[in-house]
């Protein structure tokens, strides 16, 4: 990738770096004398990996784990962990700006101190890596090779020229970013998720490829933090899987913000010119150019298959869908699983976790869990977020699934007038004549955090006629929830004691 050389984008060499490196690839590292032969060898030491080790030493196997980069993977160096660090720093600076919204002024001109932001989240990444760290897998009794490893037949591979014997196997070696191939873009230089967290200097004016989850997190962010920032999506919406209503307030919030949204809208070609970053942009009716100082990508990821030599093992695997799997994680070679971002469609650190429970209970324990069985939520943590948990109106539609939707509107409910964080809607989606819940968006400045409510409900199997019974903590959010559950109760045509009764006698 050609680094971004106008941009200070070179990782500072501080306390908090050497920390987190002491932790995840510490200096002077030597790995061990491998065992004659391993219950599992894992592949890959992001959340996936990590989860599978662990989850296999607790079942009392012999595990090797090998991490060609940093232990951690993409969530802790340069996914999640760093991204909520500076989406949190920019949200305060957006607060101080609208301080008198909230009946507070903001002592003196607001300054933005990106350094600073930029420092903190350092910090706190060196923090968490202590959980990822070397020496505690090490410590639980995981022999740690770090280097690259391809297989080298169907139950073993190499690690720099050593061998591992493994009876199972995990591959979880995730994805990393696509590169859009926009003529002149590699020659200017562009940032993804894997340098844009070096970053040390604001970019003044900054163009956003991709309006996924990571590109309208990043361009907030950055845009909260004072760079003009335009966000260009080739597609009528951002978020284009999120329902249309949730997507569409995201575009309103972004234009209010002083985003430069650009719908419908391709990136076609980069230039230099006068040491800036000349792009063309084009629309169905609109050609411009648009002069930055950086340029962030965001348009998908690829998974990590093709220097492991999947082939000499037997297992099967796409240069786009990645790793292909079973219901229950196996791959074509009965002693090799998948696990996470290389073989999954929901790329989330909580899938990466769940998916490498059952990778290794199945491999170890002969196992027959199915990762169809899970209920999957995930949350784009924009301001406000947009978090979702089972179908959208549109797939129950497309199952011939009948859908009645319960819908608060977050200025309804009392905690987020009071907290001035009133954009945004709870809505649950249950299945026609039942309180079975299908679905739920929640939109809303702790989506994230509320959605766990429904998935538990899903799980559990908790309906709406249920959740009315809660007692909501007042005055939270959440009670949108509640009140939302009220609101099935309270309707016309949900099934009576009667109809009930007559349901259970037939
Ligand atoms: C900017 C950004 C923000 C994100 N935010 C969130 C969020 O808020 N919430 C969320 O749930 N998810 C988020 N994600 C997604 C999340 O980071 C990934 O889903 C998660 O890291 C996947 O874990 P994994 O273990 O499958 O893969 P990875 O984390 O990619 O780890 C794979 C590891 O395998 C190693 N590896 C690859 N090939 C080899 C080899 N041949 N030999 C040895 N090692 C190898 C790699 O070096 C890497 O360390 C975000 C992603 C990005 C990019």
Redesign the pocket.
């Known amino acids: 990738m050609q680094q971004d050389s106008s941009l200070s984008a070179m990782s500072p060499s501080d306390v908090y770096e050497q920390e987190r490196m002491e932790n995840i690839r510490p200096s002077g590292w030597r790995n061990p004398k491998p065992a004659s032969r391993y219950h599992l060898v894992v592949?890959?030491?992001?959340?996936?990996?990590?989860v599978a080790a662990s989850a296999a030493v607790a079942m009392g196997a012999t595990v090797a784990l090998?991490?060609?980069?940093?232990?951690?993977?993409?969530?802790l160096n340069?996914?999640?962990i760093?991204?909520?660090a500076i989406i949190r720093t920019s949200r305060l600076y957006a607060e101080m700006r609208h301080a008198e919204h909230f009946g507070a002024q903001a002592l003196g001109e607001v300054h933005v101190d990106f350094p600073a932001a930029m420092e903190r989240m350092r910090r706190i990444r060196a923090r968490i890596s202590r959980v990822d760290s070397l020496q505690r897998l090490s410590a639980a009794g995981v022999d740690v090779f770090l280097?690259?490893?391809?297989f080298t037949g169907t139950d073993t591979l190499s690690?720099d020229g050593t061998k591992l014997r493994f009876r199972k196997a995990v591959v979880?070696?995730?994805?990393?970013?696509d590169t859009p191939s926009i003529p002149g873009l590699v020659e200017a230089g562009y940032l993804t998720?894997e340098n844009v967290f070096d970053l040390t200097e604001l970019p003044r004016r900054l163009l956003v490829i991709g309006g996924g989850?990571?590109g309208c997190?990043?361009a907030q962010a950055f845009c909260r933090f004072g760079a003009r920032t335009t966000i260009a999506q080739d597609q009528p919406l951002f978020l284009p899987k999120e329902e249309r209503d949730a997507a569409q307030l995201l575009s309103d919030v972004f234009a209010r913000e002083g985003i430069e949204d650009r719908l419908n809208t391709e990136a076609v070609k980069v230039r230099m010119e006068g040491g800036q970053k000349l792009v063309d942009l084009v629309s169905a009716d609109y050609q411009s150019t648009v002069a930055v100082d950086a340029i962030l990508t965001?348009t998908g990821?690829i998974p990590?298959v093709e220097?492991?030599d999947l082939n000499v093992a037997d297992v099967d695997c796409d240069a786009v869908t990645g790793i292909r799997v079973d219901d229950r994680l196996r791959t074509r070679n009965w002693r090799i699983f998948a696990?996470?971002?290389?073989c999954?469609d929901h790329?989330?650190?909580?899938?990466?976790d769940a998916s490498?429970r059952i990778a290794v209970h199945n491999a170890l324990a002969h196992g027959r869990r199915r990762l169809s069985t899970l209920t999957i939520p995930?949350?784009t943590?924009t301001d406000p977020e947009i978090a979702h948990v089972g179908l959208y109106v549109r797939e129950a539609r497309d199952q011939n699934i009948p859908v009645r939707t319960f819908t608060i509107p977050m200025h309804d409910v009392h905690r987020a007038i009071a907290d001035g964080e009133e954009i945004g809607f709870a809505k649950i989606h249950v299945k026609e004549g039942t309180d079975r819940i299908l679905g739920a968006t929640i939109v809303a400045r702790h989506a994230g955090e509320m959605i766990n409510e429904i998935t538990l409900a899903m799980v559990a199997r908790i309906g709406l006629r249920t959740l009315a019974q809660v007692i909501h903590t007042y005055p939270t959010q959440a009670v949108a929830i509640k009140r939302a559950a009220d609101a099935y109760v309270a309707s016309p045509g949900k099934p009576t004691i009667k109809s009930r009764l007559r349901r259970w006698a037939a």
Do not use: I
Not at 66 to 75: D, I, K, M, P, T
Not at 147 to 150: D, I, K, N, Q, V
Not at 347 to 352: E, L, M, N, S
């Open positions: 592949v890959g030491g992001g959340p996936a990996g990590l090998v991490e060609r980069a940093l232990l951690g993977g993409c969530s340069v996914g999640c760093p991204s909520k280097g690259e490893a391809h690690v979880a070696t995730g994805a990393r970013p998720n989850p990571l997190e990043a965001g990821r990590n220097r492991l696990a996470g971002d290389v999954l790329q989330f650190t909580h899938t990466a490498a995930w949350c943590y």
